[in-house]
């Protein structure tokens, strides 16, 4: 069974920093592009940052720009979204996504990934 698994989240402070983890079991993501995107109450989700297979290339949403790296570790199975500086507005439930594809090309849709995790909650308040 083809599984992604997300951890990391959790209430932090305005300014405050928390990193993300995304496992993969049952397959090698060697070979998939991984996206992180986010949901808040009552809007639609959003990508938020990309990474191709090899690592080499990397995304991300103006609104996170040089607040958020991604990273990938492929011999461990496992994506990290590391979060600097972080607001109350990106609070949200944070999901991972692999998508068989090189990179997160701007013309794939989110229903071309094709595994999800099941998200983890990101709570930014004081």
């Known amino acids: 069974q083809l599984q992604l698994v997300e951890s990391g989240g959790g209430l932090v402070q305005p300014g405050g920093s928390l990193r993300l983890s995304c496992a993969a079991s049952g397959f090698s993501i060697d070979y998939y592009a991984i996206g992180w995107f986010r949901q808040a109450p009552g809007k639609e989700r959003e990508g938020v940052a990309c990474i191709g297979n090899s690592g080499l290339r990397t995304s991300y949403a103006d609104l996170v720009k040089g607040r958020f790296t991604i990273s990938r570790d492929n011999a461990k199975r496992v994506a990290y979204l590391q979060m600097n500086s972080l607001k109350p507005e990106d609070t949200a439930v944070y999901y991972c996504?692999?998508?068989?594809?090189?990179?997160?090309?701007?013309?794939?849709?989110?229903?071309?990934?094709?595994?999800w995790g099941q998200g983890t909650q990101v709570t930014v308040s004081s």
């Open positions: 996504a692999a998508l068989s594809a090189s990179f997160c090309y701007k013309d794939y849709a989110q229903s071309d990934y094709d595994v």
